[in-house]
């Protein structure tokens, strides 16, 4: 049975994922302010492993700094009822006290301005859940209000009302495992392939980014490996530095490699994206195999954290 649902995963561009389990955030795409340690990675709140000791590779954990934060963002809009947090067991449990779940579909001060759902009261469990009237949203925030804090989290699972699951497919991300190149790199750490690895963490530092040279219109490109009608695609900017310098990038998708792609059809262009923030951008079906991220310009880098694809 579990090499049947494997199969099926890898091969149907959508899936009723909530057919297969409850939690939302399972396996989806986590970030978070900044990261205290190499073994603290935002991803491993969503990773399915509950072990609350930090040193198992389960947790997250970010710098001492003001106003820490770690978000999730379930692709799709959901009336969210639930949230678990399990916390460290090891050490420091009071460092979650006063943490806030945020729930809503703003990117607005990274996700941390949406609606309250539920506060971290003095002395929690290990394992806490946390129920509320139905909040709507896609990004669901644990954020930490308060200066020279620490936030760690060794597993958060979201929960969502049935009935609004059923008519929610969830779709395959085609980029995922594709092939990706780029019109130049800045050093071995920042090569295409890092924005189709399934890795959303924002430090370039952590081999998760890409990052071209400064040239004249660099530009990066997945193959999908056969055409698709693409409906939505998704980026997650660098955090450590450099925001602004996705400003501009334009998505192109088409079935043409003249000018190495970039001019297929526009479908959307970045304003903005906020630092080691996650924007989808959602368009008419355009059909292609090749997706391209464009910044048009002279001297300027582009640098990519993840790209996510998904089709009707």
Sequence with gaps: MGILVILLLTLLPGLFMADLTENLALWANAVQSSMGDPQGDAQHAVDGNRNPDFYKDSCTQSLIQSDPWWRVDLTNNYNITKVTIIQREDCCKWQIVGAQIRIGNS????????????????????????????????????????????????????????????????????????????????????????????????????????????????????????????????????????????????IRIGNSLKNNGNDNELASTVSSIPSGGTKTFTFKPIKGQYVNIFLSGRNKILTLCEVQVFAD
């Excluded at 998760?208 to 409906?231: A, F, G, K, M």
């Design 107 to 250: 990117l607005d001060k990274n996700g941390n301005n949406n609606e309250l759902a539920a506060t971290v009261s003095t002395d929690p469990p290990v394992t806490q859940t946390f129920e509320f009237k139905p909040i709507n949203g896609q990004y669901v925030n644990i954020y930490l209000p308060g200066n020279q804090k620490v936030l760690s989290l060794c597993e958060v699972e979201v929960f969502a009302e049935k009935e609004n699951l059923n008519p929610t497919c969830v779709p395959r991300n085609l980029a995922l495992g594709a092939k990706a190149v780029q019109s130049s790199a800045y050093n071995n750490i920042g090569v295409a392939q890092n924005a189709i690895d399934g890795n959303s963490q924002s430090n370039y530092m952590l081999r998760s980014c890409t990052h071209t040279q400064i040239e004249n219109d660099p530009w990066w490109r997945v193959d999908l490996l056969e055409v698709y009608s693409v409906t939505k695609v998704t980026i997650t900017n660098r955090g450590d530095c450099c925001e602004e310098r996705i400003e501009g990038a334009q």
